[in-house]
């Protein structure tokens, strides 16, 4: 088993469709981002975040530490918003550190 | 403008041969990281380092060095010992490693 595992692994939405994505993992962390990876490869950090919630403009991150739980939501989606979307968890400084990443969710919204 | 760059976006290579993948900041950070990114598969540690002059094995350096002789650059050699080379090849950077990542734009490795 992944130490992150995300869900779903594929995503279609309508354009103006509220979209969540799931994050969960195994370990115990210092830290959990989320990153947006568009078609063309390049990789943007959304945010970074250890607890409670974080918004930036139509998206919406939120963690529960007690039950190893993140989710990235999109409020009113635009297809501009198509990309892959990538959890990844932090380990504690005994874990040194490092990033473990799960294996992204490819979201589509269609016009 | 600050950022990472990393170059050439695409590169072929023949099978046995030594390749180099750049990576460089202006972002005056401490941490570079590389990662390599498989169809269907989360992104895997292949070294990173947190200060000039030193350097260290992620979860899959076999078959891969580095060096890290100035702040900005973090050189990648995928050597001839790497048994699947071709790979989407990512570099990263942070203030220092227990901070957000800013991500250059990768490489794509063919090997033929």
């Known amino acids: 088993k992944n130490e992150v595992e995300q869900s779903p692994q594929n995503l279609t939405a309508q354009e103006g469709e509220f979209i969540t994505i799931n994050c969960s993992y195994s370990v115990g962390i210092s830290a959990l981002h989320w990153l947006q990876q568009h078609p063309g490869g390049g990789i943007v950090s959304l945010f970074m975040?250890?607890?409670g919630k974080k918004k930036h403009g139509r998206l919406i991150a939120t963690i529960n530490i007690q039950e190893k739980h993140s989710s990235l939501h999109i409020t009113a989606s635009h297809p501009r918003d198509s990309a892959v979307y990538i959890c990844a968890v932090r380990g504690r400084k005994a874990a040194g550190n490092k990033l473990t990443f799960g294996g992204g969710t490819r979201v589509l919204v269609k016009p | 403008d600050g950022g990472i760059t990393q170059s050439p976006k695409y590169l072929f290579r023949k099978e046995g041969q030594n390749v180099t993948l750049s990576c460089e900041q202006n972002l005056n950070h401490d941490a570079m990281y590389w990662y390599r990114q498989d169809p269907g598969q989360g992104l895997r540690l292949i070294y990173y380092s947190q200060i000039v002059n030193d350097f260290q094995k992620g979860d899959i350096a076999e078959g891969y060095s580095v060096s890290r002789e100035k702040k900005e650059s973090f050189p990648l050699t995928v050597t001839s010992a790497q048994k699947n080379p071709t790979a989407f090849y990512l570099c990263a950077s942070s203030i220092w490693t227990y901070e957000a990542q800013y991500f250059g734009p990768g490489t794509r490795l063919t090997v033929l």
């Open positions: 975040l250890s607890s």
